[in-house]
């Protein structure tokens, strides 16, 4: 467990980095990714799906990953985002973590910034991408 002294000195470091809401990561992750979608509505669809069970929000830092249990072994995700680049390795490895645990095998997501990938890549997750079209990247996290 990590020293509170030791993170109570990287917050005054990062003092934009201080815990969000669920609701200011969608607003975050809904800027980011650029589709136009009021932030509300969408924050409000996905608690709506999320009382399916085969649905579920997991959370590391300020980064959401919204999952879909096909219940094969594999997931559909979809990542919000509200972290430096820093935390969201960190983020990443979390998760990676949570779905071993959970008995996944691989995790599937769209992403729109090649950048993304290599940060997944350097937070050593096993992946394989290709290009879907537009700038957009079909990835799969093979756990």
Not at 31 to 51: N, S
Not at 70 to 97: C, P, R, V
Request: proline letters at 4%; aromatic letters at 10%.
């Amino acid at each position: 467990m990590p020293d509170k002294k030791i993170l109570k000195n990287e917050h005054k470091k990062r003092p934009h980095e201080k815990e969000m809401t669920p609701y200011e990561i969608v607003q975050r992750g809904c800027k980011m990714m650029g589709h136009g979608m009021d932030p509300t509505e969408y924050y409000f669809r996905l608690v709506e799906a999320c009382k399916k069970p085969e649905c579920r929000v997991l959370r590391a830092n300020n980064t959401l990953l919204f999952i879909v249990n096909n219940k094969d072994g594999t997931a559909d995700g979809m990542f919000f985002m509200g972290d430096s680049l820093h935390k969201l390795i960190d983020s990443f490895k979390q998760f990676e973590k949570a779905m071993k645990v959970g008995g996944f095998k691989k995790v599937r997501f769209g992403v729109n910034r090649f950048a993304l990938i290599k940060l997944a890549e350097e937070a050593g997750l096993n992946l394989t991408y290709k290009p879907t079209g537009g700038g957009n990247y079909g990835v799969e996290v093979h756990i």
